[in-house]
């Protein structure tokens, strides 16, 4: 049965950052392919209204941060994480939301989360970057990954990695050469460190999961 | 544990899918390049490569358009080449949606571009395509722009050549393989993937499934094919079946 206009939800409008490092172009086409309406963003006086922001990126993490300071557009973002809007990071936007990065030297990240990132270790047979297709174990279960089995496999691109220090933040791991975390949750906050718009069916399931989310 | 893809290739000359047979293009194929990403979505490939093969790079302009179109239905890892020869247009492939830019006659004729797109964009956006045509004596030599020049290299050497100027995996043609249903050139292609720790994408030749086991057993990190995929419904889930039924770990699961 179809609903009445008026009493359909409606859609959650979603601010998509852009500091100019990075494919936001395949984020706006899987919120377009999951019915959401998104805006791509590139100053903080842009930022009001939101009901939810993602943080993509590819790329080096010193230049990333120099890029979001420049404009204050870190402080910006840092508001809006504390009045509880959910914000997803993805890769270089999940290492971004932590405290620190060794990539390039020893760079502050936004610090949002308890958590330093750091290099995957070179192991025999382990090629680097990680890149391919993997499996991400759930170590929890939240709405943000319903609807995806644990063991679904996610595109990931990476050379660093995220440690989170509390270990409930965790919200998944994915095995190469070592275990690593390949997403985190903790309140308002979400991360994957695989690329969910372009990983089919699970990533754009955990997309649409992040964008019907009160 | 990291799977092995299975990677579509879709070659598009003056906008349109066609057959490359020994890099020669006679057959168009019947439809719109949107639509067969449409169906390699639903069919689970891991990757898709889009190779521009026109012979003038007045083709540049209607190619980025048709990867703009693409990318609104891709939510796998895009490659797309052809014709890159400024940053401008390596760019303007990447803000239409592109994740990886495929180069080869770049890598003979303007190495200081790749190395320049390397650093700006990181060695993981940067795929060396690498075409080798055996000579009248039987020696495997890498030939550019196109299949018409040839580079007087071996496979091995210009491998390493293409990783020192910043490639992060390497794209593997035989123009003597392509459309010739006889699988890869798996003897260049074992040396290439000995030579190097960037991953191999192994391309050309394929026409059984079994083509594709070879190619993982020669040391490719990736299988590709195009034409065996247009003519083969569901070809990709097919593809995978047999990879799996030979004991190579690939992504399984369709779309839908």
Redesign the interface.
Known sequence: MTLPLYSRPVAARVAIIDYGMGNIWSVQNALVEVGAVSEVIQHPDQLKGFDKIILPGVGAFGDAMRLLRQDGMDQALGEKVRQGVPTLGVCLGMQLMCKSSTEGGLNQGLGWIDADVVALEPAPGIKLPHMGWNAVTFTRDIPFIHGIPSGTDFYFVHSFHVVCHQASDVLGTCQHGQTFTAMFARDNLFAAQCHPEKSQRGGLQLVKNFVEMP | ???K?LIAVLIIRDGAVVQSVRFKHTNSIHYDPVHAIECF?KW?V?EIVILNVSRDASSREGFADVVKRI???????LAVGGWITDADFARSL????A?KLVLNTAFADNPPLVEALSSR?????IVASMDVKRDENGTPLVIVDRAQRSTGKSPVEWAKHAVELGA??IFFNSVDHDGARRGYDLESLRQVCAAV???VIAFGGVFQWKHLVEGIEAGA??VAAANIFHYTEHATIKAKKHLTEAGVRV?T????
């Open positions: 544990m990291l799977k893809r979505n689970a891991d990318c609104r239905k891709c939510f796998v890892p990447l803000n239409a949606g994740d964009f990181g060695r993981q956006c992060g995996e720790d960037v991953p990190e990736a992504r699961g369709t779309f839908t």
